[in-house]
């Protein structure tokens, strides 16, 4: 069946301020952002997404095309385009396709406003771009990302309709990209065309180039293409997370490393936003409330998922593209439920040990553990209250709601024995004792069993006590307006000896 709506918008506004510097790795801007905008020596502000830029050494800001806005007067209709036409391809090589995939696809100028100012390249075609830089820019940057989620992990086609139930006999259609001087509050979107089954993207002509934006619409198209989540009320918020996964994935991740150097594009910041993610750790672990919600941050959860430190069965590079496969058509459940058929680990032990590496963003990233010894001392940590006599309780306001968590660093001296014991809980639960080395990185994770551990910690490791709250089946909720069941937040005493909160 046809979507119902065009998917979400994201909004791309960014604070300013004159402070002193940010040191290297540090935060340097994005909303709500009132600390340094400029960075240390030997480092550069990189914007990564609107919640978020970074000061990354040796760096260059992301390219942000900022050029004279063109005028823009093509339609479907004759309208005679200002604009001049060119249709050279950018400068692409083919990646691995599956199938029986041509290696390019046919253009369909119908499919959105249409045009005759477009470059092309085997499965896109950009309209309206202010130059043709950066079109080709654009391009090899998309191609990449082709490359990366359709060529290296086996996603579905972005050139099938999603209309198509036979997808190995075609027909591909190019993804159409629209360049525009302005979007209503937004940077991006993403729009379906009913009629041909096809996504098709708009960009303000600023963003064309940055992944972030344009990567991450692309993310919402080739989750359009993927079917099985379209008109599903309870994967709805859960569609920004994977558009904020598939941008970082492509700039961050050895998956896409092949693929990003077979179309020129360099590695760049992450889009990780910690201090959502573990300052409000107790949140639903995706959850789509208006101003306070996390479902644009939520994405490392994805991550885990992907990298699979931990070797569970029936996670790791696979594990997004099975969710989708294996979600269950016309369900409308949550992609928790489906991660309970995909993996026999069980979402509650999953989630669990997510939230206790999260205490070091230990997920298998390749920056975010830098990303997180860098801003760690910004975190909002203030979960618990003391009863005294070694005991705490956790605020009410911030108890973990469903399959969120407390993350509690225990504060030792020298070599000690913590031994932690949990009580009085008013729901399932998943506690652990993350530790780690501060010299050499190395972490270990120590269950907590019958309500509680203890574990010999060294004069050169840290602890955290990570409690989620995950109950033994997954709860059916909507992110987007959350019921009862899923704000019961978790409450318990734990008592702590041989260190403290």
């Not at 979107?189 to 708009?202: N, S």
């Not at 409330?289 to 644009?296: E, L």
């Not at 490392?300 to 931990?310: G, H, S, W």
């Not at 269950?328 to 989630?351: C, D, F, M, Q, W």
Request: aromatic share 10%; net charge neutral; proline share 6%.
């Amino acid at each position: 069946m046809a979507p119902s709506k065009e998917l979400l918008a994201i909004l791309l506004f960014q604070a300013v301020g004159v402070y002193a510097q940010s040191p290297i790795y540090g935060q340097c801007g994005g909303i709500g952002w009132a600390g340094a905008t400029t960075c240390a020596s030997g480092s550069t502000c990189v914007y990564s997404n609107p919640y978020y830029s970074q000061c990354i050494p040796g760096s260059n800001p992301n390219p942000t095309t900022t050029l004279a806005t063109a005028t823009r007067t093509t339609t479907r209709a004759g309208t005679t385009p200002i604009t001049t036409t060119t249709t050279t391809r950018a400068a692409t090589t083919t990646p691995s396709v599956p199938g029986n995939e041509p290696a390019t696809f046919t253009a369909n100028p119908n499919i959105g406003p249409g045009g005759s100012n477009f470059r092309d390249s085997p499965h896109f075609r950009v309209y309206g771009a202010t130059s043709t830089s950066a079109a080709d820019a654009a391009l090899n940057m998309l191609e990449a990302a082709y490359s990366c989620f359709v060529g290296t992990l086996g996603w579905r086609s972005p050139g099938l309709s999603y209309n198509d139930n036979t997808d190995n006999d075609g027909p591909w259609t190019k993804i159409n990209i629209y360049s525009v001087s302005t979007l209503p509050g937004a940077a991006g979107v993403m729009h379906a065309d009913y009629a041909t089954g096809m996504a098709w993207l708009e960009v303000v002509h600023q963003y064309l180039t940055i992944p972030g934006v344009t990567v991450h619409e692309l993310g919402h198209g080739m989750h359009y293409h993927e079917k099985t989540w379209v008109d599903q009320g309870r994967t709805g918020a859960w569609w920004e997370t994977v558009a904020n996964f598939v941008a970082d994935t492509f700039k961050t991740s050895p998956l896409c490393a092949s693929a990003r150097s077979q179309y020129g594009q360099s590695a760049t910041a992450t889009e990780i936003n910690l201090n959502k993610v573990i300052g409000d750790s107790f949140q639903v672990i995706v959850d789509g409330s208006v101003d306070t919600g996390n479902y644009y941050e939520a994405w490392p959860f994805l991550a885990y998922l992907t990298y699979n430190p931990d070797g569970y069965s029936g996670l790791g590079t696979n594990a997004l593209r099975n969710l989708f496969r294996q979600y269950a058509k016309n369900s409308n459940e949550t992609p928790l439920h489906t991660l309970a058929r995909v993996s026999s680990a069980g979402v509650s032990t999953i989630v669990g040990r997510y939230w206790a590496r999260m205490a070091y963003a230990d997920i298998g990233h390749p920056t975010a553990g830098q990303v997180f010894l860098n801003q760690r001392s910004r975190f909002n940590y203030a979960n618990l209250d003391s009863q005294g006599n070694n005991v705490y309780r956790p605020k009410s306001a911030r108890r973990p709601l469903y399959m969120g968590a407390n993350i509690v660093p225990l504060k030792k001296s020298g070599a000690v024995t913590v031994t932690v014991s949990v009580s009085s809980a008013s729901l399932p639960y998943t506690a652990t004792l993350s530790i780690r080395n501060t010299g050499s990185g190395a972490t270990r994770y120590v269950n907590l069993s019958g309500g509680s551990a203890s574990a010999s910690v060294a004069s050169d490791e840290e602890i955290t006590f990570v409690i989620a709250n995950t109950p033994a089946n997954p709860i059916l909720y909507d992110a987007f307006s959350l019921s009862s069941e899923v704000k019961n937040g978790l409450d318990y005493s734990v008592t702590v000896t041989g260190a403290t909160p």
